[in-house]
């Protein structure tokens, strides 16, 4: 089956360590996206990549680095200077860069710095 | 600052009635508007709006742009409990950037 898978589901870490959040998609996109979803708050975009090697930065991009190595793979480090890592991550892709009406999200990601 | 607003925050209906979600949004360089149903986490697609006027229809829901008064409804007709989620407003302003709105949570009841 295609989609988007995101793993792990729950991750927890302790304050001061960087953390690689995984997203893979076999839909043969070329657009992928990162997001991050706080209470009370809309999906903010961390990242998006549009074609292998290379990826754009979001609205809130400190603190966290991607790459984008192969075309269905876009990891998302959370390093230790991201001041508020504690959030729930969700990775998203489209089938070509101009197309947002065709997103596609994966399960997210639930992270927890202690 | 590119803003989305979405009006209710939280909504409660009993089955079959009909519900009607408001986004108001102020962005510059508008390109569409998208509303999403989140529920398990994951968003799904809804709607894409790029002209005003325009109803899109799918099911019961429905959905039309005012580009004029820079706002979208969303409406749901005879509501299911299937329905209950929140429902994401979301704005492409230029190339690649998206704001969304907090969501409207909404839940219907037997």
């Known amino acids: 089956d295609g989609g988007i898978t995101q793993s792990p589901k729950y991750l927890f870490r302790k304050e001061g360590q960087n953390v690689t959040l995984s997203c893979e998609q076999n839909?043969?996109?070329?657009?992928m996206y990162w997001y991050r979803q706080d209470p009370g708050q809309g999906l903010r975009l961390i990242y998006y990549?549009?074609?292998?090697?290379?990826?754009q930065k979001g609205d809130i991009a400190e603190g966290y680095s991607v790459s984008r190595e192969k075309k269905e793979s876009f990891p998302l480090t959370v390093t230790s200077a991201q001041k508020n890592p504690t959030a729930f991550y969700l990775c998203?892709?489209?089938?070509?860069?101009?197309?947002?009406?065709?997103?596609?999200f994966g399960p997210g990601t639930r992270l927890t710095v202690l | 600052e590119d803003k989305v607003v979405q009006s209710p925050l939280s909504l409660v209906v009993h089955e079959g009635d009909t519900v009607t979600l408001n986004c108001s949004y102020e962005?510059?360089?508008?390109?569409?508007l998208l509303w999403y149903k989140q529920e398990k986490k994951a968003p799904t697609f809804l709607f894409m709006l790029?002209?005003?006027?325009i109803e899109k229809k799918s099911g019961r829901l429905s959905s039309i742009l005012d580009k004029k008064e820079l706002f979208s409804i969303l409406n749901i007709t005879a509501t299911q409990t299937g329905d209950s989620a929140v429902y994401l407003c979301?704005?492409?302003?230029?190339?690649?950037?998206?704001?969304f709105g907090i969501g409207t949570k909404l839940q219907v009841i037997p």
């Open positions: 979301a704005v492409e302003a230029s190339y690649q950037k998206v704001t």
């Open positions: 998203a892709s489209s089938i070509d860069r101009l197309a947002t009406d065709t997103q596609y």
């Open positions: 962005v510059t360089n508008f390109r569409s």
């Open positions: 990549s549009q074609i292998v090697n290379d990826f």
């Open positions: 839909l043969n996109h070329d657009a």
């Open positions: 790029t002209s005003s006027g």
